[in-house]
């Protein structure tokens, strides 16, 4: 604690008894002084006011600005949302119009509406939904998976959910509220055999005539969970529908998880810059796992090289340039390149190789790959990856350097391949179908992003009308749009150069240029 001054102390209280025992005139002065002062103090206590005012008044303009323009924003909201529930209106009507229409074409080929169904399934119902997926998808430029989503949701609030469909519409919910309710709103089943009665029965203490049937659980669940939409964001509402979902669920979780792990899969999706994602829709048990394992390698490799360079780094000063040497070739990978690179070696390996660093990629894909590429020179053609397209020229170099031998395709005239048989033969040779392969790609049906490593080489004329093996009547078609052409009323006829010219069942057309601009003699 720092002491007072005495000095300052005696200063400060001589002051006011010096300047009270001081003449009249000093006393004047005083007084003439401080009044010169006070009016000058005055004058900047006023401008200063003023500048106050005007800054609050500034300030509240700009709030009443900021207020009006959140307000335009949720209403722009109220309307986006407005329009999102028209088109699930306009898509429901859609599916419904194609569904009335596939079973006329039944009722009109003698067979009984609904019908059972085929032997494969395509069945009215089973085409108008394709049907339905592909008209929306190709119309609206978007994948067959998202327009089937699309058809779904929409089914979903015209039927099950309405309520919801009308919040949606009247702006108090947004389109995320909507999704979430319509995914969570789908899990939720009526029981349906005995094991899930009983436990069901245990579960809500009631008896097994008194339980409630799917559509009275999904009134219910709907009710609850629109409080919760219409004053949470969509994802905290996810959150709270599904754990209103599981108390409200009257199916066992076990039936559940069944349900869900029959549609596990693994699929990839291309990205930009040479890279694609990897995904696994696995148990959750089982995902964890891998993950666990996946990181468990790579933090070993990680502590293995830190571990290393630690030795290096306490030999003898003598032997520094060799531990600077060491220090460059260690490890920089953070673990989220390490998690990558152990995933792609256990796949391609089967097992860790004992460095850490991988035998490297033994190409089972084919790769296109322009001959100056390959020299090293610079071109404006562009190696690729079938389904994925442009990687860098580096790492199309070490992908030749790594293949087991070369298909002789190139971009270049002189392929050398076997272009028709006519009507000689029904099966495709194996040089025509490689040659069909790098031009097309992908199915050749519009939108579809399945490579054609994954398709059928599909007859565009069939055979048995007349059709030729030859390219300009092949094309690929992934087995889904292969089995659309032939059961729906989807037509499709090439148009020269290899490019496809596809009609929907409602008439409109659609164009599928191939990947390569190959010679076709």
Same mark, same amino acid.
């Given at each position: 604690?720092?002491?007072?001054?005495?000095?300052?102390?005696?200063?400060?209280?001589?002051?006011?008894? #010096?300047?009270?025992?001081?003449?009249?005139?000093?006393?004047?002065?005083?007084?003439?002084?401080?009044?010169?002062?006070?009016?000058?103090?005055?004058?900047?206590?006023?401008?200063?006011?003023?500048?106050?005012?005007?800054?609050?008044?500034?300030?509240?303009?700009?709030?009443?600005?900021?207020?009006?323009?959140?307000?335009?924003?949720?209403?722009?909201?109220?309307?986006?949302?407005?329009?999102?529930?028209?088109?699930?209106?306009? &898509?429901?009507?859609?599916?419904?119009?194609?569904?009335?229409?596939?079973?006329?074409?039944?009722?009109?080929?003698?067979?009984?509406?609904?019908?059972?169904?085929?032997?494969?399934?395509?069945?009215?119902?089973?085409?108008?939904?394709?049907?339905?997926?592909?008209?929306?998808?190709?119309?609206?430029?978007?994948?067959?998976?998202? #327009?089937?989503?699309?058809?779904?949701?929409?089914?979903?609030?015209?039927?099950?959910?309405?309520?919801?469909?009308?919040?949606?519409?009247?702006?108090?919910?947004?389109?995320?509220?909507?999704?979430?309710? /319509?995914?969570?709103?789908?899990?939720?089943?009526?029981?349906?055999?005995?094991?899930?009665?009983?436990?069901?029965?245990?579960?809500?203490?009631?008896?097994?005539?008194?339980?409630?049937?799917?559509?009275? /659980? /999904?009134?219910?669940?709907?009710?609850?969970?629109?409080?919760?939409?219409?004053?949470?964001?969509?994802?905290?509402?996810?959150?709270?529908?599904?754990?209103?979902?599981?108390?409200?669920?009257?199916?066992?979780?076990?039936?559940?998880?069944?349900?869900?792990?029959?549609?596990?899969?693994?699929?990839?999706?291309?990205?930009?810059?040479?890279?694609?994602?990897?995904?696994?829709?696995?148990?959750?048990? %089982?995902?964890?796992?891998?993950?666990?394992?996946?990181?468990?390698?790579?933090?070993?490799?990680?502590?293995?090289?830190?571990?290393?360079?630690? &030795?290096?780094?306490?030999?003898?000063?003598?032997?520094?340039?060799?531990?600077?040497?060491?220090?460059?070739?260690?490890?920089?990978?953070?673990?989220?390149?390490?998690?990558?690179?152990?995933?792609? %070696?256990?796949?391609? %390996?089967?097992?860790?190789?004992?460095?850490?660093?991988?035998?490297? &990629?033994?190409?089972?894909?084919?790769?296109?790959?322009?001959?100056?590429?390959? $020299?090293?020179? %610079?071109?404006?053609?562009?190696?690729?990856?079938? !389904?994925?397209?442009?990687?860098?020229? #580096?790492?199309?170099?070490?992908?030749?350097?790594?293949?087991?031998?070369? &298909?002789?395709?190139?971009?270049?005239?002189?392929?050398?391949?076997?272009?028709?048989? =006519?009507?000689?033969?029904?099966?495709?040779?194996?040089?025509?179908?490689?040659?069909?392969?790098?031009?097309?790609?992908?199915?050749?049906?519009?939108?579809?992003?399945?490579?054609?490593?994954?398709?059928?080489?599909?007859?565009?004329?069939?055979?048995?009308?007349?059709?030729?093996?030859?390219?300009?009547? $092949? #094309?690929?078609?992934?087995?889904? @749009? @292969?089995? $659309?052409? @032939?059961?729906?009323?989807?037509?499709?006829?090439?148009?020269? =150069?290899?490019?496809? $010219?596809?009609?929907?069942?409602?008439?409109?057309?659609?164009?599928?240029?191939?990947?390569?601009?190959?010679?076709? !003699?």
């Amino acid at each position: 604690m720092t002491s007072p001054d005495p000095q300052r102390e005696s200063d400060d209280t001589s002051r006011p008894s #010096a300047g009270a025992g001081a003449g009249e005139g000093a006393g004047a002065g005083t007084s003439a002084g401080a009044g010169t002062r006070a009016g000058a103090g005055d004058s900047a206590g006023d401008a200063n006011t003023t500048a106050a005012t005007t800054t609050v008044e500034l300030i509240n303009v700009t709030d009443g600005a900021t207020n009006e323009l959140l307000d335009a924003i949720l209403a722009t909201e109220r309307v986006v949302a407005s329009v999102h529930a028209m088109r699930a209106t306009a &898509i429901d009507q859609l599916f419904t119009h194609i569904l009335t229409r596939e079973n006329l074409i039944d009722a009109a080929a003698g067979r009984p509406v609904p019908t059972p169904g085929t032997a494969d399934g395509w069945n009215a119902e089973t085409r108008a939904r394709r049907v339905a997926a592909s008209e929306l998808a190709c119309a609206m430029r978007i994948s067959e998976r998202q #327009a089937s989503e699309l058809i779904e949701q929409s089914r979903a609030l015209a039927t099950r959910l309405p309520a919801t469909r009308a919040a949606l519409a009247e702006g108090r919910i947004a389109l995320g509220h909507a999704v979430a309710m /319509v995914d969570e709103a789908a899990t939720i089943s009526t029981v349906v055999d005995d094991r899930d009665r009983m436990l069901a029965e245990s579960r809500h203490g009631d008896a097994a005539d008194a339980l409630p049937t799917a559509t009275e /659980v /999904v009134a219910e669940f709907e009710q609850q969970a629109l409080r919760h939409a219409e004053v949470t964001s969509p994802g905290r509402f996810r959150q709270r529908a599904r754990r209103l979902r599981e108390r409200l669920e009257p199916l066992t979780r076990e039936r559940r998880c069944a349900e869900r792990i029959a549609e596990r899969g693994v699929w990839v999706e291309p990205a930009r810059d040479g890279m694609a994602y990897l995904t696994a829709y696995l148990p959750a048990a %089982d995902a964890w796992a891998a993950y666990n394992r996946i990181s468990d390698i790579a933090n070993q490799l990680g502590r293995t090289d830190r571990r290393s360079d630690s &030795i290096a780094r306490a030999d003898d000063h003598a032997t520094a340039a060799a531990d600077s040497d060491s220090d460059s070739d260690s490890d920089s990978r953070t673990l989220p390149q390490r998690r990558a690179d152990v995933l792609r %070696d256990l796949l391609f %390996d089967g097992a860790m190789p004992a460095s850490g660093t991988g035998t490297g &990629i033994r190409p089972t894909v084919l790769v296109t790959v322009p001959v100056l590429t390959l $020299l090293g020179r %610079d071109t404006d053609e562009v190696a690729s990856i079938e !389904g994925h397209g442009p990687i860098p020229d #580096a790492e199309a170099r070490r992908l030749a350097a790594a293949a087991p031998s070369f &298909i002789r395709i190139l971009t270049h005239p002189e392929t050398g391949a076997t272009l028709s048989v =006519g009507r000689d033969r029904y099966v495709v040779p194996r040089d025509m179908r490689m040659w069909l392969r790098v031009r097309d790609e992908y199915c050749r049906f519009p939108g579809c992003g399945r490579a054609a490593s994954h398709s059928d080489v599909d007859h565009t004329r069939d055979w048995q009308h007349g059709g030729t093996t030859s390219a300009d009547n $092949l #094309a690929h078609l992934c087995p889904s @749009h @292969h089995r $659309l052409k @032939h059961h729906t009323r989807w037509r499709v006829q090439h148009d020269g =150069g290899g490019t496809l $010219l596809w009609t929907s069942p409602s008439g409109r057309s659609y164009r599928s240029e191939p990947a390569q601009a190959l010679p076709s !003699g």
